[in-house]
């Protein structure tokens, strides 16, 4: 599925291919939700890297995380230098991906039918889930990739024409 985005004031377009366009798992680590969050969690979702077209790409800035041991991150927070929406984040560690953040697309996004919550384990004590029936829970880690996710709910999207 072919999915537009944008950052709030219009500086930053982007379009990339994605097979896993639902957003369904929601990620309360701090990181996440201090950069991203706005319900106290982000929603990232999967692309293919090779397929993003950025307009505007010298309004994107970057920002590593600082992690607890006061390590960099080696994945890339993109957003918008101009208006501070964040885009997508990108990790070498895995080149062939991109995990734009559902807030920045403006494609019609499918609604997922279960949810997966994960990191609740460093969630903000303000922050209540809100849990559907059939959701799965983690305090770290879910046991499922966003692709393995798709696969299992039948809902991979395949490449636009």
């Known amino acids: 599925m072919k999915l537009e985005g944008s950052c709030h004031c219009k500086a930053v377009r982007f ?3 994605s097979a896993q366009p639902v957003p369904f798992m929601r990620c309360y680590c701090s990181i996440c939700r201090k950069t991203a969050g706005t ?10 890297r090779r397929t993003l077209q950025v307009q505007g790409g010298e309004h994107v800035a970057v920002y590593r995380a600082i992690l607890e041991d006061g390590r960099r991150s080696s994945a890339e927070r ?4 101009e208006c501070g929406s964040a885009l997508w984040l990108y990790d070498p560690g895995w080149p062939e991906l991109v ?3 559902a807030s920045a697309i403006d494609t019609e996004l499918p609604p997922p039918p279960q949810r997966t919550h994960m990191m609740l384990g460093s969630r903000a004590n303000w922050v209540e889930p809100d849990l559907w029936p059939g959701d799965k829970c983690f305090d770290a880690y879910p046991d499922e990739s966003l692709a393995e996710w798709h696969e299992r709910m039948h809902m991979s999207s395949p490449p636009s024409s």
């Open 78 to 81: 993109n957003f918008c230098r």
């Open 15 to 17: 379009s990339v291919e």
């Open 39 to 48: 319900g106290g969690y982000a929603i990232n979702l999967g692309a293919d």
């Open 99 to 101: 995990h734009p953040h």
